[in-house]
């Protein structure tokens, strides 16, 4: 079992800035893919960023230059850096892991409780 504690949420002005940390406990699979997903009212949950086990960088092209994704093996965690924030960013952001054993190819999918992102004046 994975489990996954996120933080650093909360409420920011517009142009403003806040980073997220997502910390993963567990079994923790060598080969993993972490990774943040928001969802606004009445919206469909869409992809934010995410960073595989090499490092491999994803960002979805509406965060591209103001969001930076990393991550530290060392601590199991990935974090999210998030500059230049926009009304539009408001949402509930979620952390993702996805991994499997190099035995398989089965992969073991868990998700962080969400936390909340305010942009307003």
Do not use: H
């Not at 994975?2 to 949420?9: A, H, K, M």
């Not at 409420?11 to 943040?36: E, K």
């Not at 969001?67 to 965690?77: E, G, L, P």
Request: with cysteine; aromatic share 10%; glycine share 10%.
């Amino acid at each position: 079992q994975v489990q996954l504690v996120e933080s650093g949420g909360g409420l920011v002005q517009p142009g403003g800035s806040l980073r997220l940390s997502c910390a993963a406990s567990g079994n923790i699979f060598s080969i993993n893919d972490m990774g943040w997903y928001r969802q606004a009212p009445e919206k469909q949950r869409e992809l934010v960023a995410s960073i595989s086990s090499g490092d491999s960088t994803n960002y979805a092209d509406s965060v591209k230059g103001r969001f930076t994704i990393s991550r530290d093996n060392a601590k199991n965690t990935v974090y999210l850096q998030m500059n230049s924030l926009k009304p539009g960013d408001t949402a509930v952001y979620y952390c993702n892991y996805r991994g499997r054993s190099i035995f398989s190819s089965r992969w073991l999918e868990v998700w962080g409780q969400g936390t909340l992102v305010t942009v307003s004046s």
